[in-house]
Every structure is written in structure tokens, then in C-alpha cells.
């Protein structure tokens, strides 16, 4: 069963920052673009950035500007660097990896969360 290895959540208080880690099999890792989401109490899973195989970066338009997502292929790991962090940024975090099948069809993977808490 494929793991996907979250790491990095946390308290921090608002202006702060923090850095998320989510290490994969090199067999997934390889292969398939990663990135994380995030999911606000009663709110809706909402894409935070996702880094391609190819290293082409995409972020929501909430953060941008203030997170970076990078991969490294030593360590077969993508990691969120968050700064300038807001109190609604407080979320559970989740880490993804994706790869497309054909056009209509996906195969994914999902680790199990990081609770990230922004204070005011």
C-alpha cells in the first residue's frame, strides 16, 4: 500500500512561517505530479500547490505569493514553505499524488493530514 508521509504542521502565529514536508516511494514519487490541499473546518478541500514531474509549480490564488512548493528528487519529498501566514490559513493540510490515466481517468493518493493552526 502506498504511503504518502506527512511532516512539518504546527502553531504558529500569524506573520509566521512553517514548512511542510510529504515524502513518497521513488516509484510514485517519479511519476507522478504532487502537491497538497487543504480543508478549513466546514469548509470544502481547496488545492494549495502542486509541483509537476516536470518541476511546473501551480498555486491557489489565496496563497500565492506567499507559499513556494518544491520537489527533491534525493529524498523522493515535496515540501510547502509557508510564510507570511494568516489565521485563515488554519486547515488540515493534505499531501497528493497524482498521475492521469487517460484522459478522463486519474490514479491518486493521499496521505493522512497535518494540522497547521494559525493565532492571531
Known amino acids: 500500500q502506498v504511503q504518502l508521509v506527512e511532516s512539518g504542521g504546527g502553531l504558529v502565529q500569524a506573520g509566521g512561517s512553517l514548512r511542510l514536508a510529504c515524502a513518497a516511494p521513488?516509484?510514485?514519487?517519479?511519476?507522478?505530479?504532487m502537491g497538497w490541499y487543504y480543508q478549513a473546518p466546514g469548509k470544502q478541500r481547496e488545492l494549495v500547490a502542486e509541483v509537476t514531474v516536470g518541476g511546473s509549480t501551480y498555486y491557489g490564488d489565496s496563497v500565492k505569493g506567499r507559499f513556494t512548493i518544491s520537489r527533491d528528487k534525493v529524498k523522493n519529498t515535496i515540501y510547502l514553505q509557508m510564510n507570511s501566514l494568516k489565521p485563515e490559513d488554519t486547515a488540515v493540510y493534505y499531501c497528493y499524488a497524482e498521475r492521469r490515466l487517460s484522459p478522463d481517468t486519474y490514479d491518486d493518493y493521499w496521505g493522512k493530514g497535518t494540522l497547521v493552526t494559525v493565532s492571531s
Open positions: 521513488k516509484s510514485i514519487f517519479s511519476i507522478y505530479n
